[in-house]
């Protein structure tokens, strides 16, 4: 995020063709690079440092199943996004965001664990607002992002809990 961010303001280049234009073909390579494309400063820091947080949380957490469920939150956000996003470049990473942060939320509610569900409170009560925005169709901002982000999260979540169980 950090580097495209620098090299796009030191090379004086928009780097928002690279982000998810729905059901095009170049619009696919928005699949992985859109939320690594920031659209200003501020957009950049409010997507870094919940991923920052939320991404190591999952990694100290979970750290058996964290590459693939992070995996999962990336991808499928983003592949949902492309085929039901509006017509529009969707950039950013607040679709992760809201993914890994659901998935935080959820996880602790399907393992039933102390533990977890104690995260899973914490987690909440960070980024309880999220709850809320993830319905907020504002025209201006990528709401299918933070829709199919929650989405994403919960049946990650449900999976990868579900996977644990059966081991």
Avoid at 16 to 37: K, N
Wanted: glycine share 10%; charged share 10%.
């Amino acid at each position: 995020m950090w580097c495209s961010f620098f090299i796009g303001g030191w090379l004086k280049v928009d780097f928002g063709f690279l982000g998810i234009e729905p059901r095009t073909l170049i619009g696919l390579i928005g699949i992985f690079m859109a939320p690594l494309i920031h659209g200003n400063f501020s957009h950049l820091i409010s997507n870094a440092i919940p991923v920052l947080f939320l991404g190591s949380s999952l990694y100290f957490f979970y750290p058996i199943g964290a590459k693939w469920m992070f995996a999962q939150c990336y991808l499928l956000t983003n592949i949902l996004v492309w085929f039901f996003g509006r017509p529009f470049s969707h950039i950013g990473a607040s679709g992760l965001v809201y993914s890994l942060a659901f998935l935080l939320i959820f996880i602790g509610i399907f393992d039933r664990q102390f533990k977890t569900i104690l995260f899973s409170a914490i987690i909440l009560f960070s980024y309880g607002g999220l709850l809320y925005s993830a319905f907020d169709i504002n025209q201006a901002v990528s709401w299918e992002s933070h829709l199919f982000g929650a989405l994403v999260g919960i049946t990650v979540a449900f999976v990868s809990s579900n996977l644990r169980r059966s081991t």
